[in-house]
T-cell receptor, first 111, second 119 residues
Framework: DAKTTQPNSMESNEEEPVHLPCNHSTISGTDYIHWYRQLPSQGPEYVIHGLTSNVNNRMASLAIAEDRKSSTLILHRATLRDAAVYYCILRSGGSQGNLIFGKGTKLSVKP | DAGVTQSPTHLIKTRGQQVTLRCSPISGHKSVSWYQQVLGQGPQFIFQYYEKEERGRGNFPDRFSARQFPNYSSELNVNALLLGDSALYLC??????????????????FGEGSRLTVL
């Protein structure tokens, strides 16, 4: 699986939008972009995934660059409960059930 | 529906001992994966089991073993514990097939983990 690069940490104010970047310059055509987050003292939880087009769900939006070498997870209105480590992960079309996690981005949300 | 459940939640062992961790997947999920998360790092893949067979193994020594039972629950065993085995051990299950869905799109559902401390 190709590698991703994320900032170690980011800060946000409550109720403001947050844009979490991820670089994946070696992404292949069959790689899906997945985002998981891990709240303190919990296991990771799925946030969103996409292939080429931007995606929206109840938790977040995923904006994917046209060349697919980068993507951005967007939290439209950060809450204190969004403070977590966010992981950007690539999964190939033929991948098995395992994920390759990096160190992720630790998001702090200030009231 | 209950999520992925793991037991015990916390345990303390000494070097050289053996430990067994247990995982019950979400009802209907047939694939279970195990991950090790050392403090400050992302989770690292250890094993995947699907339909009671090992389908994937990460870069871990033979001291680590696992199995899956007919009811799809799973156990992770670690022998001859080392201080470096201290970590959060996470179990994840997937709904559909081996990859959790077509073309690597499936979502993994994680438990809250078993925190192992080796003294």
């Amino acid at each position: 699986d190709a590698k991703t690069t994320q900032p170690n940490s980011m800060e946000s104010n409550e109720e403001e939008p947050v844009h979490l970047p991820c670089n994946h310059s070696t992404i292949s055509g069959t790689d899906y972009i997945h985002w998981y987050r891990q709240l303190p003292s919990q296991g990771p939880e799925y946030v969103i995934h996409g292939l080429t087009s931007n995606v929206n769900n109840r938790m977040a939006s995923l904006a994917i660059a046209e060349d697919r070498k980068s993507s951005t997870l967007i939290l439209h209105r950060a809450t204190l409960r969004d403070a977590a480590v966010y992981y950007c992960i690539l999964r190939s079309g033929g991948s098995q059930g395992n994920l390759i996690f990096g160190k992720g981005t630790k998001l702090s949300v200030k009231p | 529906d209950a999520g992925v459940t793991q037991s015990p939640t916390h345990l303390i062992k000494t070097r050289g001992q053996q430990v067994t961790l247990r995982c019950s997947p979400i009802s209907g999920h047939k694939s279970v994966s195990w991950y090790q998360q050392v403090l400050g790092q992302g989770p690292q893949f250890i094993f995947q089991y699907y339909e009671k067979e090992e389908r994937g193994r990460g870069n871990f020594p033979d001291r680590f073993s696992a199995r899956q039972f007919p009811n799809y629950s799973s156990e992770l065993n670690v022998n001859a514990l080392l201080l470096g085995d201290s970590a959060l051990y996470l179990c994840a299950s997937t709904r559909l097939g081996l990859a959790g869905g077509p073309a690597g799109t499936g979502e993994l559902f994680f438990g809250e983990g078993s925190r192992l401390t080796v003294l």
